[in-house]
């Protein structure tokens, strides 16, 4: 099955910075990878997503970018905001595996004003 | 458009009981998925229903099961709990489940569960 590694586990930046997290995805089938944003007593909410015949995508401050090739998937977020710390989950899916999603660890990012 | 919703919000149950959680997915969609969340092991898929059937199915032991009924509402229950079921149970719906071609899947706020 499909396997997800997700780094940082942890991201401290200062308001204005960028943050980058990374997830690599062990199965060259999977063609879909969204990230989610979770905020304390909240399920995940989808931010972006980006699928395997694309190799970029950006919505405002937001942007995903995959490397099919070496199996890999980051998310950027540019001037970074306090309302942007939350824990930020990786994911991919298998196209025969309609409705799972494998997950990263998610990364939590804290944003100091 | 009403998002996915899941009842109880908390619940307390002791070892040994059982629980259904129930979810209620966005009106058109007929795919429901049951994550489970916990700090040590992160987000693990359960199973997912379509259409009344269940369509995939993760690790998880026989205590876990689930169904979907025909106006595509879904429950899972838990039967003879333990105490490593504490958790944030999650469920999220999407059309059709085809996540990878168009789809977006979508998550609801959860049931947090405590087991003492």
């Known amino acids: 099955g499909e396997n997800v590694e997700q780094h940082p586990s942890t991201l401290s930046v200062q308001e204005g910075d960028s943050a980058v997290i990374k997830c690599t995805y062990s199965d060259s089938a999977s063609n879909y990878f969204p990230w989610y944003k979770q905020e304390l007593g909240k399920g995940p909410q989808l931010i972006i997503d980006i699928r395997s015949n694309v190799g970029e995508k950006k919505d405002q401050r937001i942007a995903v970018t995959l490397n099919k090739t070496a199996k890999h998937f980051s998310l950027h977020i540019t001037e970074t905001q306090p309302e942007d710390s939350a824990v930020y989950f990786c994911?991919?899916?298998?196209?025969?595996?309609?409705?799972?999603?494998?997950f990263g660890d998610g990364t939590t990012l804290t944003v100091k004003p | 458009k009403a998002g996915v919703t899941q009842t109880p919000r908390y619940l307390i149950k002791t070892r040994g009981q059982q629980v259904t959680l129930s979810c209620s997915p966005i009106s058109g969609h007929r795919s429901v998925s049951w994550y489970q969340q916990t700090p040590g092991q992160g987000l693990q898929f359960l199973f997912e229903?379509?259409?009344?059937?269940?369509?995939n199915k993760g690790n998880f032991p026989g205590r876990f099961s689930g169904r979907q009924f025909s106006n595509s509402r879904s429950e899972m229950n838990v039967s003879t709990l333990e105490l490593g079921d504490s958790a944030l149970y999650l469920c999220a719906s999407s059309r059709q489940g085809a996540l990878s071609i168009q789809e977006t899947q979508y998550f609801g706020p959860g049931t947090r569960l405590l087991v003492l």
């Open positions: 994911a991919a899916i298998i196209n025969t595996n309609a409705g799972k999603s494998t």
């Open positions: 229903y379509f259409s009344e059937t269940q369509r």
